[in-house]
């Protein structure tokens, strides 16, 4: 079956340490994102990649970083320069949307991973 | 930029009754989609419906529609026939036609469906 698949579920960090959570699909999907979840709040973007080897800062990039260099890939770092880092999230994909025939596709998401400070 | 707005925080239904979740944004933009997600205790964001500005007819899935008032900005969301399955929190989203990276969510909607 098709898919987002995010890992860990669950994921603990120390003060000052980086942790990378990782985002795999087999959807075929040229885009890719990152958002945040907090209480309350709907979901904020923090990075989102159109295509291979290029990504662009969402709304709330600082203290993040991310790469993609695999179409199926999209990994999250969250840096300790991110000082509020406890919140869940959330992985998408979807067709790239720019395309006039495609451009009324959903973004899929995965389960998530939520991070807690230790 | 645009904004999404969910007023209800909670909200509460009986088996078998019918819910309307209320959902308004703001928007200089006259194309545009609009989605309602769905996500149940397991956390995983699930595609309810999704409506194309364009379109005067409001879409229906099922036991999901919506009331989409394109003049007063508002896309709410009517669950029929509620079932115990139905509880989760309901994400109202909007995002431009052509710009699939720029998806707005609202606050969400937690509902609770009582047997």
């Known amino acids: 079956d098709g898919g987002i698949t995010q890992s860990p579920k669950y994921l603990f960090r120390k003060e000052g340490q980086n942790v990378t959570l990782s985002c795999e699909q087999n959807?075929?999907?040229?885009?890719m994102y990152w958002y945040r979840q907090d209480p309350g709040q709907g979901l904020r973007l923090i990075y989102y990649?159109?295509?291979?080897?290029?990504?662009q800062k969402g709304d709330i990039a600082e203290g993040y970083s991310v790469s993609r260099e695999k179409k199926e890939s999209f990994p999250l770092t969250v840096t300790s320069a991110q000082k509020n880092p406890t919140a869940f999230y959330l992985c998408?994909?979807?067709?790239?949307?720019?395309?006039?025939?495609?451009?009324?596709?959903?973004?899929?998401f995965g389960d998530g991973t939520r991070l807690s400070i230790l | 930029a645009q904004t999404v707005t969910q007023s209800q925080p909670e909200m509460s239904v009986q088996e078998a009754e019918t819910v309307t979740l209320s959902c308004t944004y703001d928007?200089?933009?006259?194309?545009?989609?609009l989605f309602w997600y769905k996500q149940p205790p397991s956390r995983q964001m699930i595609l309810v419906i999704r409506q194309e500005a364009y379109k005067q007819q409001n879409a229906t899935e099922n036991r999901f529609s919506v009331n989409f008032q394109k003049a007063a900005k508002s896309f709410s969301l009517k669950i029929s026939d509620s079932q115990l399955g139905d509880a989760a929190m309901y994400f109202c989203?909007?995002?431009?036609?052509?710009?699939?990276?720029?998806?707005?969510f609202g606050a969400g909607t937690r509902l609770t469906v009582k047997p």
């Open positions: 998408a994909s979807s067709i790239d949307g720019r395309s006039a025939r495609r451009h009324n596709q959903p973004q899929h």
């Open positions: 928007t200089s933009e006259s194309d545009y989609y």
């Open positions: 990649s159109q295509i291979v080897n290029d990504f």
């Open positions: 989203a909007y995002r431009h036609k052509y710009n699939n990276n720029d998806m707005r």
């Open positions: 959807l075929n999907h040229d885009a």
